[in-house]
């Protein structure tokens, strides 16, 4: 019987000698990786720009440099080769080239997906109404010294086009004009709430002295220059005020890009605290 067991052991292990590892199997997907792992890229049809023997070629390279599918999006923007005839979107020539890529792309094995329209949105197009389009909500505020019942007319919020509330970057003079009313809400503010502006406290740059006026306006559309210091030293912004004063929120923006920096706070002017550096961390 030991014999036996011995004979088993051995023949088991020269079994196993030849299997393969987990270490193995991860070495070949990185040397020869599946369709699955392989990167997918956007393929743009810029402003009609679109042959067909254009698009095979472009399809045969995304496959000989390992690139595993694309999503096709048609945009009116951007520069490079130009070619005539253009093949505009939606045209009989236009379905003609997005078949001919479908065709390529099943004969190359490349995964195709494209987007649902024309355009950077995606979901865009004259058949989408206003009512049905994406929107922004915007408010008008109303301070109202009680106890008293208010019967008066309260002011439009903003209705031009733009990103958020009243900024109008990107908006069009011509564009059709869509507001609707959402709610009233009304609600108790802090005895001790003051707005800042009220106060005229005094601003101060790295830049020098400023018109601080379009800091405080509630508005978007209004801005102020502060010029980085030549030496490399970190810009920056104070408000001074002669008694101590509580700020609750802040609006911070920096044309769009993240916000990089610090804000401080000070009881004397001299010894400053660090309230939040920027960008927050996540999570």
Known sequence: MKRSIAALALATLAVSAGAQTPSDSLLKGFKSPPDSARPRTWWHWTNGNVTETGITKDLEWMKRVGIGGFQLADVSAGGGQEVEPKIHFGTEEWYHAV????????????????????????????????????????????????????????????????????????????????????????????????????????????????????????????????????????????????QPYTARAL?????????????????DGHTFRTVVTMPVPQG
């Open 251 to 267: 609006s911070f923006g920096a044309h769009g890009r993240i916000p990089v920096g610090k804000i401080l706070a000070s009881d």
């Open 99 to 242: 078949r001919h890529s479908a065709e390529e792309a099943r004969r190359l094995n490349l995964e195709m997906s494209i987007f649902s329209c024309a355009g950077w949105s995606e979901a865009g197009g004259p058949w989408v109404t206003q009512p049905m389009a994406m929107k922004k909500l915007v408010w008008s505020e109303t301070t109202i010294a009680g106890p008293k019942k208010f019967d008066g007319q309260l002011p439009s919020p903003p209705s031009n086009e733009g990103p958020v509330r009243d900024s109008n970057a990107g908006a069009k003079p011509d564009a059709p004009h869509f507001y609707r009313d959402s709610a009233v809400i009304a609600y108790r503010t802090p005895q001790d709430a003051t707005p800042m502006a009220s106060l005229h406290p005094h601003a101060t740059t790295s830049d020098g002295p400023i018109d601080d006026a379009p800091l405080v306006d509630d508005s978007l559309n209004t801005s102020i220059t502060i010029n980085a210091p030549k030496d490399g030293a970190p810009a920056w912004l104070q408000y001074e005020f002669d």
